[in-house]
C-alpha cells in the first residue's frame, strides 16, 4: 500500500487535521515524540506572539490503538487555540449575531508575497482572508505530526533524520536588526538522513526520483524558493573529476558531494537537502499595494506575524523529507505488518 497524507486546515479556524494512510499495522507511536517535535516547531527565535497562544499537541482520532497503528486511516489532529478570538470571523457555519472578534472585518489589502492576490484572483474570493488562511505555515503544525509518524516508521529500519539552520548565530543577529527596523528576514535549513540504504527512489521514471520527490515535498512548504541537494547549485562550477564522489571498494565514498542520491536513487550515503526561504511576506512597515475594494493605491495589510520563521522550517523540512523517506521505504519494503516491512528490510540489506 502507497503510504498516503492529506491535510485540511485553516490558521485561525477550530483545528488542523491530517489523514495518513498506508502504514503498516503494529508501529509503536509514541505520543511524547510527536508532541516534542510540535514544540520544537514552535520554538524558533523570531516567531510571532501567536506562538505564546499555541501549544501544540497531537490528537489522535482513528488508527491507533493502546499506541500500535492498527494499519488502517491515522487520523491527527492539532487544535488552533487561537481560534476562540476569531468564532465569529472563522465560524465554519454563517455566524450568529453581530461580527465580533478577529477576522470580522474583509481584508482587502494585499501583501507581495503572499497567497493573497492571486489566490482572490485564483478562487474569485471577496476577503482576502480566504485565500491566506490556508496558504498560512500554521498548518505546517500537523505536517510536522505526519513527519513524527513518518520518521517512527524509519526508526523500525535505522534511518535517522535531523535538520539545523545554517548559520545560527549569523541569522539570530539579522533577526535582531530586522525586529528593530520592522522587517523580516528569511534564510537557509538544511536537514540531513543517515541510515538510509541504496536504491530508494528509481531513474525509471522522473516521477520517480528520490531527488525530485524530496525537492517537490521541500518546495511546497511556504516561503521556500530554493531546494538543492547536497552540493547542489555549486556542482555547476566543478570540473567532473572533483564533482563525483569516487567508489572504494566496499562500495561506499570518502566524499558526498552528491547528497546521498544519484539517478535518482539513494546511494547509501548521508542524504543532505538544503532550503532556501525568502523573507516573511507580513511587513509592519508595508509595501505598495492595491485595495481591492477601492482599486486605488493602498499599502499592504499589517498583522501580526513573524519576524522570521527559519528555525521552524528546519523543523518542518525535516517533516517533509522523513515523509518522503517513508513513502519511499514502504514502497520499497513494504508489508501490512511492521514486522514484515523490517524482515524485508533486512533481506535487501543482506542480499546487497
Ligand atoms: C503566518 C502568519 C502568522 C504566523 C503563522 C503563519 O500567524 P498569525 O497571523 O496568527 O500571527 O504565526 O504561523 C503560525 C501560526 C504557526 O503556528 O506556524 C502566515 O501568514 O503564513
Not at 476562540?84 to 450568529?96: A, C, F, L, Q, R
Not at 547542489?232 to 562500495?251: C, K
Not at 527559519?310 to 520499497?332: D, S, T
Amino acid at each position: 500500500m502507497t503510504l498516503r497524507l492529506a491535510s485540511a486546515g485553516e490558521s485561525h479556524g477550530p483545528a488542523l487535521v491530517a489523514i495518513l494512510t498506508g502504514l503498516p499495522a503494529g508501529l509503536v507511536l509514541e505520543r511524547d515524540a510527536i508532541d516534542a517535535d510540535l514544540k520544537r516547531r514552535q520554538e524558533g527565535y523570531g516567531r510571532s506572539p501567536r506562538q505564546q497562544i499555541e501549544q501544540d499537541r497531537v490528537e489522535v482520532l482513528a488508527g491507533l490503538r493502546h499506541g500500535r497503528t492498527l494499519g488502517t486511516p491515522l487520523a491527527l489532529v492539532v487544535r488552533n487555540r487561537d481560534h476562540e478570538n476569531w468564532t465569529w470571523g472563522m465560524s465554519p457555519w454563517p455566524p450568529e449575531g453581530e461580527p465580533k472578534g478577529k477576522g470580522a472585518k474583509p481584508v482587502t489589502l494585499p501583501r507581495p508575497g503572499h497567497a493573497d492576490l492571486a489566490g482572490v484572483q485564483k478562487f474569485g474570493h471577496e476577503d482576502v482572508r480566504n485565500a491566506l488562511e490556508r496558504a498560512s505555515a500554521r498548518h505546517t503544525a500537523v505536517h510536522v505530526a505526519a513527519g513524527a509518524v513518518a520518521k517512527a516508521l524509519l526508526g523500525t529500519i535505522g534511518i535517522e533524520v535531523r535538520s539545523a539552520t545554517v548559520d545560527e548565530a549569523a541569522l539570530r543577529a539579522a533577526i535582531d536588526e530586522a525586529r528593530k527596523d520592522r522587517d523580516t528576514v528569511g534564510g537557509i535549513v538544511e536537514v540531513r538522513a543517515t541510515g538510509v540504504p541504496p536504491g530508494l527512489g528509481s531513474y525509471a521514471a522522473k516521477e520517480d526520483r528520490l531527488d525530485a520527490r524530496l525537492a517537490a515535498a521541500v518546495m511546497g512548504i511556504q516561503a521556500v524558493k530554493g531546494v538543492e541537494i547536497g552540493d547542489g547549485f555549486a556542482l555547476a562550477a566543478l570540473r567532473g573529476s572533483q564533482a563525483h564522489d569516487e567508489i572504494e571498494v566496499d562500495g561506499r565514498r570518502e566524499t558526498n558531494r552528491a547528497g546521498g542520491i544519484e539517478a535518482g536513487m539513494s546511494n547509501g550515503e548521508e542524504i543532505v537537502v538544503r532550503a532556501a526561504m525568502k523573507p516573511l511576506p507580513t511587513l509592519m512597515r508595508p509595501l505598495r499595494s492595491v485595495d481591492l475594494a477601492t482599486g486605488e493605491a493602498a499599502t499592504a495589510l499589517v498583522e501580526r506575524s513573524d519576524v522570521a520563521a527559519v528555525e521552524a522550517l528546519a523543523v518542518v523540512a525535516e517533516a517533509a523529507v522523513a515523509w518522503e523517506l517513508a513513502v519511499a521505504a514502504q514502497e520499497k519494503f513494504g508489508g501490512d505488518a511492521i514486522g514484515d516491512f523490517v524482515a524485508a528490510h533486512r533481506a535487501y540489506c543482506e542480499r546487497i
